[in-house]
């Protein structure tokens, strides 16, 4: 992977399911070490796009690259460049752990006599080395989360997807999540590409964001540029004079 | 590290994830194992005062179709967990690894064996304390343990690609119920083979349970035969179940789309 090229770059990347269009016409480049933010109500093709974008899902228009890798004709190579967390809790609750971090330590094939330290290093970083040997079935909702984070990327990926990573969390794991990412990112360096239709998480940690509506790019940016453009107070009411659709009906402040 | 190295290392990863947690839930093999007792116990019991079905004593006959069919039964819902697994957001992790799809579904069908195993240590035991005329000489136990891995496999990953078609858990019920009675009941598992009526018997040639069986039947008893040469036996199922990986293979990231 070439260290300078943009890590995310798509062209009119598009994804339908029948007749529904879930993403259209999208293009958008992320560079080496941004942290990107995907703001759109349920249903706007966050999901579908970062599906693509981590393999899961093969694009029916389009095409894009990520840390290099095209991938519809190198999904080997990139799935061996990103992390993804799912928006769907990933790590196995029957297992403990330090378990599940050894399931992800053999996939990316970490070298056998590094394994424990890195697992360590990376549990310590998640601040979970207290909890390693309990079943992560009896996690908090943030705690699970950070487990999935160390478990993506443990490899040390070039590229990080957080699918919605704070649904669903109280304020206090929703903190420690974030504070958490904010320590990787300064950390390792790698990209963080996350959706989220929380507009405070956007603003208070995203270089730049996407606001995406019905599958389409209404409008890419940082947010003050984007807040400047379009004489918008927040970026709430900037997805509706956009979209003319409100983005969170029922936001809640932290 | 080198391209085989790599690949078993992955393999390695998804076996041991789930024998991690069989090991964190024994109750779940107990559970499971009361079923082939019961068929022994109650079914073999009674139908061995029929005479003339088999040559020799029926609890003989049957104790081989026993363990084939308590494979069988547990294999066959594989792909259910599949599907939890999809449900849960568990599959998503393995998908975007970068460990070739193939070795993703050879660590399930492995790990699928390690139940197997169990359940054959299970009606061994059950079926030396009802007299049963077990051949425990070493070569014959290791047919019989690589007979089971084989059949672990090859229904386990056939469940796979069921549910790899249905994609939800309440459709994979129904099917999985559909599918193992014709599978057992079309095979020499609980009568001979030569008891069918032809069209009967002509679908049981089809059927890999039926060599299963017959292999086992060979292996586990003193008095043992096969009605196939061994090579039939053993033959016919790897090549089945070298198909139904490779099919696996190009099936399982649906589940995840």
């Known amino acids: ?254 | 590290m080198n391209p085989v190295r790599a690949y078993l290392t992955q393999v390695h990863a998804v076996t041991a994830a789930e024998v991690m947690k069989l090991a964190h839930d024994p109750m779940d093999l107990v559970t499971r194992a009361v079923q082939p007792i019961l068929w022994l116990l109650l079914f073999g019991q009674v139908m061995a005062q029929v005479h003339g079905l088999t040559n020799g004593s029926y609890l003989d006959f049957l104790s081989p179709g026993v363990l084939a069919q308590s494979v069988l039964f547990v294999a066959i819902f594989y792909g259910l967990s599949a599907i939890w697994e999809r449900d849960l957001g568990i599959l998503h992790r393995y998908m975007v690894s970068p460990a070739p799809r193939s070795a993703l579904v050879i660590g399930k069908a492995i790990a699928s064996s390690a139940r197997g195993i169990t359940q054959g240590i299970v009606i061994y035991a059950c079926a030396a304390l009802l007299g049963v005329k077990l051949s425990f000489a070493p070569a014959n136990l290791l047919g019989v343990l690589v007979m089971v891995f084989i059949a672990s496999a090859l229904f386990s990953t056939f469940s796979l690609i069921i549910a790899c078609i249905v994609k939800t858990r309440e459709r994979f019920m129904g099917i999985g119920q559909f599918l193992t009675m014709p599978i057992f009941f079309a095979s020499d598992a609980i009568y001979p083979i030569e008891l069918m009526p032809p069209w009967l018997r002509a679908i049981a040639h089809f059927n890999p349970l039926t060599y299963e069986v017959d292999g086992l039947r060979a292996l586990m008893l003193t008095v043992g035969r096969s009605h196939f040469p061994l090579t039939v036996d053993y033959g016919a199922p790897v090549m089945l179940l070298a198909l139904l990986i490779a099919l696996a293979s190009r099936m399982y990231p649906r589940l995840t789309e």
């Open chain 1, 1 to 254: 992977m070439s260290k300078t090229g943009p890590v995310v770059e798509t062209h009119a990347l598009g994804r339908r399911f029948g007749s529904v269009v879930a993403v259209a016409d999208l293009s958008i480049t992320i560079a080496p070490g941004e942290t990107f933010a995907l703001i759109g109500p349920n249903g706007a093709g966050k999901s579908s796009l970062m599906k693509m974008l981590t393999t899961l899902l093969p694009p029916t228009a389009g095409d894009a690259r990520v840390a290099g890798y095209d991938i519809r004709g190198e999904p080997q190579q990139v799935r061996r460049h990103i992390g993804y967390v799912p928006q769907l809790p990933s790590a196995d609750t029957e297992l403990t752990g330090y378990e599940n971090m050894l399931l992800s330590a053999r996939l990316y094939l970490l070298p056998a006599r590094e394994r424990r330290s890195r697992i360590a290093e990376a549990l310590t970083l998640m601040e979970l080395s207290d909890a390693r040997d309990r079943a992560v079935g009896t996690y908090s909702g943030g705690m699970a989360r950070r487990l999935e984070i160390a478990q993506s990327t443990l490899h040390r990926p070039a590229v990080l997807f957080l699918d919605e990573p704070t649904v669903g969390l109280d304020p206090n794991g929703r903190l420690a999540v974030w504070s958490h990412v904010r320590r990787l990112r300064r950390e390792t360096g790698a990209a963080i590409v996350f959706s989220t239709h929380y507009m405070e998480e956007a603003e208070d940690l995203a270089d730049r964001v996407a606001l995406i509506s019905r599958g389409r790019l209404a409008a890419v940016g940082t947010v003050a540029e984007l807040k400047n453009a379009h004489g918008a107070a927040s970026l709430d009411a900037l997805f509706t004079k956009l979209t003319g659709a409100a983005l969170s009906p029922t936001a809640v402040r932290l």
